[in-house]
């Protein structure tokens, strides 16, 4: 699957996620139709703490619409660390850092190697 953009309103609601969270992170599930990034999906027994955020893998929907996953950086680094590049195969191949403090311009696409991806903002 590629992914082509993100829904406008979604991103709206995951800058705000983010600062409804903070100064804990939160993670997420991303879902796509039609290669575009257009629904949340919160996962069970999801835990959100001031340096990390995890979940739970046997939450993870049997769906072939997952295209990856967001999580906050409260400190605002938009750049995955380590952890988060270990994370990012696991939970699909697209993959959105949102950065303290929540503006429309704080938040980047990673591939599920680390490395940087565009994305246009539709709708």
């Known amino acids: 699957m590629i ?3 993100i829904q406008k309103d979604l991103l709206c609601l995951l800058l705000q996620m983010g600062r409804e969270s903070h100064p804990n992170e939160f993670v997420a599930l991303i879902r796509e139709r039609d290669g575009i990034m257009d ?3 919160l996962l069970p027994g999801t835990v959100g703490r001031e340096d990390s955020a995890s979940l739970m893998y046997d939450m993870m929907p049997l769906d072939t ?3 990856g996953s967001v999580h906050s950086h409260p400190n605002g680094v938009l750049l995955p660390s ?3 590049v270990s994370f990012f195969p696991r939970t699909g191949r697209y993959h959105l850092i949102i950065g303290y403090p929540y503006r ?3 938040w980047r696409c990673f ?3 680390g490395k940087p991806c565009k994305l ?3 709708g």
């Open 65 to 67: 619409h997952v295209a």
């Open 111 to 113: 591939t599920a190697d």
């Open 104 to 106: 429309k311009q704080d």
């Open 3 to 5: 992914i082509r953009g």
């Open 82 to 84: 380590d952890a988060d």
């Open 120 to 122: 246009e903002v539709v």
């Open 39 to 41: 629904e949340v999906n």
